[in-house]
């Protein structure tokens, strides 16, 4: 029991330190990666499945200038988003809204992953407290008489 108990430590820990590398601190990023991450979230209006980032359509170069320009003017990420979703409309966001019927493109990923891990638990529990099947006497009997009767047969 200790060594299972053990392994569930060391699951918390490895959890526990994904979760501290993975956490970013919004105020230690700089205008330049503010920059990047609104143009890695904007498609470009002309391009095929490209970022503003990524390309280098002339469209993309203004829109990537005009991010920054509004960056070092003190907007809000939101409030950039807003902007470019009122100039080029909801399709420039690669990223899907979290509100309405778009928030389930969030939330049913979340809600599948928990109930397929709740299932898996449900079946492991009834498979580990399974009660073994004892043959009874009769069994016994009907068995040991089927094997008398093999044996004359042969």
Not at 26 to 49: I, Y
Not at 123 to 138: H, S, Y
């Amino acid at each position: 029991m200790t060594g299972r108990r053990l392994s569930w430590v060391l699951m918390a820990l490895v959890l526990a330190g994904a979760l501290v590398a993975g956490y970013s601190d919004d105020e230690a990023r700089t205008n330049q990666d503010r920059v990047f991450d609104l143009a890695s979230t904007t498609k470009c209006p002309t391009c095929r499945s490209q970022s503003v980032a990524e390309s280098e359509a002339p469209i993309a170069k203004e829109i990537r200038a005009d991010i920054a320009r509004r960056v070092d003017q003190g907007e809000s990420d939101e409030e950039i988003r807003s902007f470019l979703v009122s100039r080029f409309g909801q399709e420039v966001l690669l990223t899907p809204s979290s509100g309405g019927l778009a928030g389930l493109v969030w939330v049913v990923p979340v809600v599948a992953f928990v109930v397929a891990g709740a299932a898996l638990v449900v079946v492991l529990r009834r498979w580990q407290t399974a009660v073994p099947v004892e043959a009874t006497a009769d069994d016994r009997a009907v068995v040991a008489e089927a094997l008398e009767g093999r044996g004359r047969d042969e």
